[in-house]
DNA sequence: TTACAAGTTTGTAATGATTACAATTATATG
DNA sequence: CATATAATTGTAATCATTACAAACTTGTAA
């Protein structure tokens, strides 16, 4: 089942020094051609069929891999449900109360900086927004 | 121990249509009185002493009365950790990687909206950084 | 090819925060 | 006081996450 993705994938893994397991690809490549910030349930659910032998615990592992390594941030909005990110750059986050879904949106960060945090040292931005999504809220309207 | 903070806040409860039982009254004061963005387990230990029958139960079910009434904002940064903020006012948060203490800083997000969000409903607005504080900057300068 | 070491994956058990729930206790009102 | 209503409590259940040891893979060298 080698293709190009397949290949791309793997180097890509070698270069960021993880070594490119089968299940890590799988799992990369779910998060690189679904950007809807699963959850681990999502991402094992999503694989189950492929890889019959995989385990809730390989998924685990291998998040907590990818997290340190830079190439997934993880997305706390609720407190009870964690998700994953393949999408690393500073980007802001809504969620829809709604239908639950996590839309992407574009913000610039850098000219906000406050008199409070002089001095800090900065490592991470987080923004998140939530509310009705344009989907929910015209599918209540033509009710 | 009637006192006048405690009058306050018990009219404050009452007015939110919150009864003012002595569970809540001093659970309120508490978070009135130390903005420290605390845990279940920080109010339930800051407060077993004078409320020697208090429950944890009590505390969650408290917050979530709470948080119902707006009288009280989840905070969810560690998605390990759920903490609670008296100040329901839009406001960022910073957390220390070092020593983990939440600081407020005041930020205006009015003027960042952003064309991707056209037609979305926006019901809350959250933004928090992660990095490391002035205190802890400084204590490790110094060694 | 075979043997071995190192790393990966798996299943199960442990942990710990949160929730469900029924019994007990407190509060308010007549 | 008597009663109704609401609040509190302790215990058990739930569920996501982590710990851990056994089994399996992979790459390398004899
Ligand atoms: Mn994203
Ligand atoms: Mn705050
Ligand atoms: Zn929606
Ligand atoms: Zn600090």
Redesign the interface.
Known sequence: MLNINNIISKDYLSSKNIKPSFARIKIFEYLSNNHIHPTIDEIYHALIDEIPTLSKTTVYNTMKIFIDNKLVK?V????T??RYDINVQIH?H?KC?SCGKI???????HN?L?D???????????????????TC?NNSNTN
């Open positions: 993880l706390s909005i609720e407190d449900e964690t802001g809504f109360e839309y992407d949106f574009n913000v610039d960060l906000l406050t409070d945090l002089n001095g800090y040292n900065i490592h991470e931005k987080n923004i998140y927004f939530k509310g009705i999504c344009n809220s």
